[in-house]
């Protein structure tokens, strides 16, 4: 999702080499798995751009070993196979490298990760920051939301019952934030950490409502739930973070429900 959308924003200003695991048109074919052998032989590069890996919670949780090999190994391979002295690394972690017991991590707060997904987020962050790249921790990308999205729409035209989660709370960023903070962090060759976030945050029953709202639906057919057990240990209640002084400059950074309300216009 944020790999094509980057690639189709950054491929007139840069000669762009997209890679894909799988067979993706335009996209050079990249497992991190495979052998080095076998990957593309693509050299003198000025930046590398890393959005691959295993990226769902509990798909992370029931194969740490595989989840790790792909996430971590595969990133400290594609730096030892493809960096050159003065190329930089872009990585993209998470808000879950904290505990989320509050709003507004900066990037001096403890790291307290909580599932096997931000573990490896975090070990991945120092292998990147060793070689002088750029963690980027940026918040929910509005667009994840779409199959929730659907579903809900589906069930409300058929008058039935939506349920969303209690007590968990997401701050949403769009395409467009991360393609400019991407974008100004090329130019500057920027290096460390920033920090990528909404203003203010939204939870699912608030967003339950404003679809209601938006398709004329009575919000009695929200029935919000519990966190299943499973997950109680390894979600977040919050997810806010404490921009960087420059990303307020670079992006035009708004609160959750501004961006959901924005969003569903586009796609209901």
Same mark, same amino acid.
């Given at each position: 999702?944020?790999?094509?959308?980057?690639?189709?924003?950054?491929?007139? =200003?840069?000669?762009?080499?997209?890679?894909?695991?799988?067979?993706?048109?335009?996209? *050079?074919?990249?497992? *991190?798995?495979?052998?080095?052998?076998?990957?593309?032989?693509?050299?003198?590069?000025?930046?590398?751009?890393?959005?691959?890996?295993?990226?769902?919670?509990?798909?992370?949780?029931?194969? +740490?070993?595989?989840?790790?090999k792909?996430?971590?190994?595969?990133?400290?391979?594609?730096?030892?196979?493809?960096?050159?002295? =003065?190329?930089? /690394?872009?990585?993209?972690?998470?808000?879950?490298?904290?505990?989320?017991?509050?709003?507004?991590?900066?990037?001096?707060?403890?790291?307290?990760?909580?599932?096997?997904?931000?573990?490896?987020?975090?070990?991945?962050? +120092?292998?990147?920051?060793?070689?002088?790249?750029?963690?980027?921790?940026?918040?929910k990308?509005?667009?994840s939301?779409?199959? *929730?999205?659907k579903?809900?729409?589906?069930? *409300?035209?058929?008058?039935?019952?939506?349920?969303?989660?209690?007590?968990? &709370?997401?701050?949403?960023?769009?395409?467009?934030? /991360?393609?400019?903070?991407?974008n100004y962090?090329?130019?500057?060759?920027k290096?460390?950490? /920033?920090?990528?976030?909404?203003?203010?945050?939204?939870?699912?029953?608030?967003?339950?409502?404003?679809?209601?709202?938006?398709?004329?639906?009575?919000? =009695?057919?929200?029935?919000?739930?519990?966190?299943?057990?499973?997950?109680?240990?390894?979600?977040?209640?919050?997810?806010?973070?404490?921009?960087?002084?420059?990303?307020k400059? /670079?992006?035009?950074?708004? &609160?959750s429900?501004?961006?959901?309300?924005?969003?569903?216009?586009?796609?209901?």
């Open positions: 999702m944020i790999g094509s959308f980057l690639y189709k924003k950054l491929k007139n =200003k840069y000669h762009i080499f997209p890679t894909s695991s799988g067979k993706k048109k335009n996209f *050079l074919n990249l497992n *991190l798995l495979n052998k080095t052998d076998n990957w593309p032989k693509i050299f003198k590069l000025d930046a590398i751009i890393f959005l691959g890996g295993m990226t769902k919670i509990l798909d992370c949780e029931k194969n +740490k070993i595989l989840s790790k792909i996430n971590v190994n595969g990133l400290k391979k594609v730096i030892k196979f493809y960096k050159e002295k =003065k190329t930089q /690394i872009i990585f993209f972690s998470t808000t879950a490298v904290f505990k989320g017991n509050k709003k507004f991590y900066s990037i001096y707060d403890k790291k307290f990760p909580s599932n096997e997904y931000a573990k490896q987020k975090l070990l991945s962050e +120092k292998i990147v920051l060793e070689n002088k790249g750029l963690v980027i921790r940026a918040t990308l509005v667009d939301l779409i199959t *929730l999205i579903k809900w729409k589906s069930n *409300l035209k058929n008058n039935r019952k939506i349920r969303p989660f209690l007590n968990i &709370n997401l701050a949403l960023v769009t395409k467009k934030n /991360i393609f400019e903070v991407v962090s090329l130019k500057k060759e290096n460390g950490i /920033i920090h990528l976030s909404a203003s203010e945050e939204i939870n699912y029953i608030k967003i339950a409502e404003i679809l209601c709202k938006k398709l004329k639906k009575n919000k =009695k057919l929200i029935e919000p739930i519990k966190v299943p057990l499973k997950m109680t240990n390894i979600v977040q209640k919050h997810s806010t973070l404490k921009n960087n002084i420059v990303v400059k /670079i992006t035009s950074i708004k &609160n429900e501004e961006i959901i309300n924005s969003y569903l216009n586009k796609v209901l």
